[in-house]
C-alpha cells in the first residue's frame, strides 16, 4: 500500500519494481494510477499482485 497527499496542479503516476538495484521502474499495472491529477485529496494504491513477489513503490510528479 503507498498513500501520498496530492497538490492541485500536479499530475501523479505510481511506478514500482520488484529490485530497486537494477532501476527497472515500470508502471504499475492498474491504468487508473499512471496520470492522475492533483485535487488535494490524499489517494492510497494498493497493489493487487497475488503472487507473493514483493514490490518497492515511487511516486513520479510533474507539472502540466
Same mark, same amino acid.
Given at each position: 500500500v503507498?498513500?501520498w497527499?496530492t497538490?492541485?496542479?500536479?499530475?501523479?503516476?505510481?511506478?514500482?519494481?520488484?529490485?530497486?538495484?537494477?532501476a527497472a521502474? %515500470?508502471?504499475?499495472?492498474?491504468?487508473?494510477?499512471?496520470?492522475?491529477?492533483?485535487?488535494?485529496d490524499f489517494?492510497?494504491?494498493?497493489?493487487?499482485d497475488?503472487?507473493?513477489? %514483493?514490490y518497492?513503490?515511487?511516486i513520479?510528479?510533474?507539472k502540466?
Amino acid at each position: 500500500v503507498v498513500a501520498w497527499d496530492t497538490v492541485t496542479g500536479r499530475f501523479y503516476r505510481v511506478i514500482q519494481t520488484t529490485n530497486t538495484a537494477l532501476a527497472a521502474w %515500470s508502471n504499475a499495472p492498474n491504468p487508473a494510477f499512471t496520470n492522475i491529477p492533483g485535487s488535494g485529496d490524499f489517494l492510497v494504491y494498493t497493489n493487487g499482485d497475488t503472487n507473493g513477489r %514483493s514490490y518497492y513503490f515511487k511516486i513520479r510528479v510533474r507539472k502540466p
